[in-house]
């Protein structure tokens, strides 16, 4: 259990614990700490606010427009951006001990616990401090974001006098427009800073508490935030209220013995709209705070925990053989289930809501990393996801109009829904978002079976999106459908032609939306779709060009891509990564070396279009130029080191995608948890040593285990079922939870699943070549024997 020395955390199975406090790693810590619902988001900062890396409380989708500066501008260029913003923070509870603040930077701090409870959806505190004159007090807090009562978040505050009377001051507050810290990177990928987004409208006490409602000064967004108190303490205790502008502010003062407590139950409540007006979210939040303290502080815990205890009976996967990445896999479940369990019809971050990286914005993260494990363990918020796209699709159509194209093209990255790169070849030249939109409602509707879903919200996405790339794409002169002047997953080549990723996603794309037009007839009439546009989909799938180098015996990640002058990896120093920060864009453009997995992508979202020797030779030569200057590329290795037999080299990215938060591996995760690399170790795990493939035919594992982990189990959703696999060395179990009969496959058997498990054997994997990483660029080495 004790922390590795540059570790934060201790290494438990349940928990995520911090046994003392770290200045240095505050804003990680902050991050992983954060607790979301997937519409209110909590940094973990403390309780009394100072110190702290960055402060943070964020509502899905709140933000403020900002200008989008071009040297030079151009057709097409975002006129404006759009950035998460920090609203009002309610987290903050200061304590005065006789007219001292209780602040960690001074006076003799004895002890300091938090811990992050994944079962209970908590963040619990245990503070022992004596302040500078040696008054000395236990402070003990217990915080959450409710899965249950949507707009609502509480915290138990608990403060004991240990050894003298002492009076004591509690400012519970609201604070709008907190100041922020300023920043001195350089990144590009570091949120824009935002000074005083929003103007107060109104503000106002009640008996145990305050409310203010401000509007963001570009955007038009209104936000009320209301608290209210429980107040518990000795004889005596007195309690105000008052409020200004941007503040809130409820004082209880008391005089303690030593071994009185003193506890405050504090309630908060949150709601944002566009159109509401004030009266309106005034009522709204107080609603939901009378709602809140009906159910108690302990009710609220109680559903908390019932909630989680649903969620982890099928959700939980188990890890025998490494206590580290056991925690770290839990943890990434929870941090995903966190993003998107009640976002209800809106986007899911790229750092849920627990930080401004990226300005708070969205990408095709969503519907490739995260989605794919929504639908098989939460499938109402995978739904409720796409529901957002298909809300989008006015603006999306809008977007392709202007670029001269037909159906819809999904914005790069956004958060209400238009077009916020600035920079084309890394930003809307990625198409490939539209089919991997496509790609969540074709797993969605074959994970749910949910052919309502289908027809009223997937036709609709999937024929937009089939628009598009027939009218992107071209038949050239020898009848091949050619789609150029895209950007594929790998930002360090852009603009390319026929980029394999992106064809074979719109190839799939193209099928799916004909297979569903035609199931569904009467819906895609009313969308305008006739047999004569579903069979041109069909046939620019079927002629869709796949370029593949008869020379080498791979396929280049885009047209003439293995012609490019290999990077010259030997003489890059480990300070040049990563290497958008420190060489230019067009020497990347002109090298071959691959920011993430594309081409590897490909084969994992599409194996079907490769032969095994294909896999094989495709993956050794991709090994050798891909340097993963991103966070989303070690998961997708994982998988397909898995599925080509390198079963150490799957599990060495298996733990580096799962450790880039616990561990801080890419030095940015103050800035937010990295919510598609959480999703991805699920998915490396389950599709990855599973060997989990699943479509409209059912379900296919080829499990098999790398050396270092003895036994992994994992649950899933299906079709109104719930599975358990038990994945050990030479062996094999499939359990049906509950549910109707199934029948799914191991390796190539068909097996009947009903009352009793099945169990089958796991063949040895057969030896294969090793492969190469560019220099310096390997994973740490976690398997045995490295």
């Given at each position: 259990?004790s ?7 201790t ?11 770290d200045?240095a ?15 209110i988001?909590l ?7 100072e ?26 260029y ?22 001292e603040?209780?602040?960690l930077?001074?006076?003799d ?5 938090r ?7 908590t963040?619990?505190r ?6 500078p ?12 974001v ?7 978040a ?5 403060v004991?006098v240990l050894?003298?009377?002492a ?7 609201l604070v ?13 990928r ?6 005083d ?9 009640h008996?145990?508490g ?15 935030a209301?608290?209210?108190h429980e107040?518990?303490g ?20 008391a ?27 005034h009522?709204?939040?107080r609603?939901?705070?009378?709602a ?44 995903v ?6 976002a209800?019809r809106r ?8 930080g ?5 914005h ?17 499938p109402e918020?995978?739904?409720d996801?796409l529901?957002?796209?298909?809300s989008?699709?006015p603006?999306?159509h809008?977007?392709?109009?202007q ?11 956004t958060i ?7 920079y084309?070849?890394a930003?809307t ?6 089919a991997d ?6 797993r969605?509707?074959a994970?749910?079976?949910d052919v309502?879903f ?5 036709l609709?996405?999937?024929?937009a ?8 794409g071209?038949?050239d002169?020898?009848?091949?459908f ?5 950007t ?43 047999a004569?546009?579903m069979?041109?989909w069909r046939?620019?799938?079927?002629s869709?060009r ?13 047209e ?9 990896f030997?003489?890059t ?15 990347l ?16 979202l599409?194996p ?7 896999m ?6 991709y090994?050798?130029?891909t340097v ?7 998961c997708t290795?994982?998988v397909?080191?898995a ?8 599990f ?12 801080d591996?890419?030095g ?12 991805g170790?699920?998915?490396?795990v389950?599709s990855?040593f ?8 059912g ?6 285990l790398?050396p ?7 649950g ?5 079922r719930q599975l358990?696999?038990?994945i050990r ?20 058997e068909?097996l009947?699943?009903?009352e ?5 054997h796991?063949?040895a994997?057969?030896p ?5 990483q560019p ?12």
């Amino acid at each position: 259990m004790s922390p590795d020395p540059a570790r934060s955390f201790t290494v438990e199975p349940w928990v995520v614990r911090e046994p003392k406090l770290d200045m240095a790693a505050m804003g990680q810590v902050e991050s992983v700490f954060a607790l979301s619902n997937g519409h209110i988001g909590l940094r973990g900062n403390l309780d009394e606010g100072e110190p702290h890396a960055t402060p943070g409380t964020y509502l899905n989708s709140f933000y403020e427009r900002r200008p989008l500066p071009y040297a030079e501008g151009g057709y097409g260029y975002p006129e404006s951006g759009q950035t998460i913003i920090n609203v009002t923070n309610g987290k903050l509870i200061r304590l005065l001990v006789e007219d001292e603040p209780f602040d960690l930077r001074y006076g003799d701090l004895r002890r300091h616990e938090r811990v992050l409870d994944l079962r209970a959806g908590t963040l619990t505190r245990e503070v022992e401090w004596a302040s500078p004159a040696g008054r000395a007090v236990k402070v003990r807090s217990v915080r959450m974001v409710s899965l249950t009562q949507r707009a609502i978040a509480a915290i138990r505050y608990e403060v004991e006098v240990l050894d003298a009377p002492a009076l004591l001051v509690v400012q519970s507050e609201l604070v709008a427009n907190e100041q922020l810290p300023a920043r001195d990177d350089d990144d590009p990928r570091v949120e824009a800073a935002l000074t005083d987004p929003l103007q107060a409208e109104q503000n106002g006490v009640h008996d145990h508490g305050a409310w203010l409602i401000h509007q963001t000064r570009r955007s038009g967004l209104r936000v009320a935030a209301a608290m209210d108190h429980e107040v518990t303490g000795p004889e005596g205790t007195k309690t105000s209220s008052e409020s200004t502008e941007d503040i809130g502010r409820t004082t209880v003062i008391a005089r303690l013995q030593p071994g009185e407590t003193l506890t405050i139950v504090k309630y908060l409540a949150y709601g944002w709209s566009a159109r509401r007006s004030q009266p309106a979210l005034h009522d709204q939040v107080r609603a939901a705070l009378a709602a809140a303290r009906y159910t108690g502080f302990d009710g609220l815990l109680e559903e908390q925990r019932q909630y989680l205890d649903e969620f982890w009976a099928t959700a939980d996967v188990e890890i025998d053989g490494d206590a580290e990445l056991q925690q770290a896999v839990r943890v990434a479940v929870f941090h995903v289930l966190q993003a998107g369990a009640r976002a209800e019809r809106r986007a899911i971050g790229a750092k849920g809501l627990t930080g401004e990286g990226y300005d708070g914005h969205t990408f095709w993260d969503t519907e490739t990393f995260c989605l794919p494990v929504l639908s098989f363990l939460a499938p109402e918020a995978a739904a409720d996801a796409l529901r957002w796209r298909q809300s989008i699709l006015p603006l999306a159509h809008e977007r392709a109009e202007q670029l001269g194209l037909s159906g819809a093209a999904f914005p790069w990255r956004t958060i209400r829904g238009q077009e916020c790169s600035g920079y084309w070849p890394a930003g809307t030249a990625a198409f490939h978002i539209n089919a991997d939109i496509a790609d969540a409602v074709r797993r969605h509707v074959a994970a749910t079976g949910d052919v309502e879903f289908e027809r009223d919200t997937g036709l609709e996405l999937l024929v937009a999106t089939a628009r598009l790339w027939r009218s992107l794409g071209h038949h050239d002169q020898s009848g091949q459908f050619r789609i150029d002047g895209v950007t594929g997953p790998d930002e360090y080549t852009a603009v390319v032609d026929n980029n394999v990723y992106t064809n074979l996603m719109a190839q799939l794309n193209l099928r799916v939306a004909a297979d569903t037009a035609a199931r569904h007839s009467r819906a895609a009439a009313r969308l305008g779709v006739n047999a004569e546009e579903m069979a041109s989909w069909r046939d620019a799938a079927k002629s869709m060009r796949i370029p593949f180098d008869e020379v080498l015996g791979v396929h280049p990640q885009s047209e003439g891509f293995t012609d490019h002058q290999v990077w010259d990896f030997e003489h890059t120093p480990p300070e040049k990564y990563p290497l958008l920060l420190n060489v230019p864009y067009f020497d990347l453009y002109r090298k071959q070396v691959s920011k993430q997995a594309d081409l590897v992508l490909a084969m994992q979202l599409r194996p079907d279009a490769f032969t095994p020797e294909q896999m094989q030779r495709n993956f050794a030569y991709y090994e050798g130029i891909t340097v993963r200057d991103s966070s989303l590329s070690a998961c997708t290795q994982a998988v397909v080191a898995a599925w080509t037999g390198h079963l150490d080299l799957a599990f060495d990215y298996l733990a580096e995608a799962a450790l880039v938060d616990l561990n801080d591996l890419a030095g940015n995760s103050d800035h937010g948890v990295h919510i598609a690399s959480m999703a991805g170790t699920w998915t490396a795990v389950v599709s990855g040593f599973g060997g989990m493939r699943c479509d409209a035919t059912g379900l296919r594992f080829a499990p098999r285990l790398p050396p270092a982990l003895s036994r992994i189990a994992f649950g899933l959703l299906w079709q109104g079922r719930q599975l358990r696999v038990e994945i050990r060395q030479d062996e094999a179990d499939y359990t049906l939870v509950s549910g109707p009969p199934m029948r799914l496959q191991h390796y190539d058997e068909p097996l009947a699943l009903a009352e009793k498990p099945v169990t089958r054997h796991v063949p040895a994997a057969e030896p294969v070549e090793p492969v190469e990483q560019p220099f310096g660029r390997a994973p740490k080495a976690r398997h045995p024997g490295s």
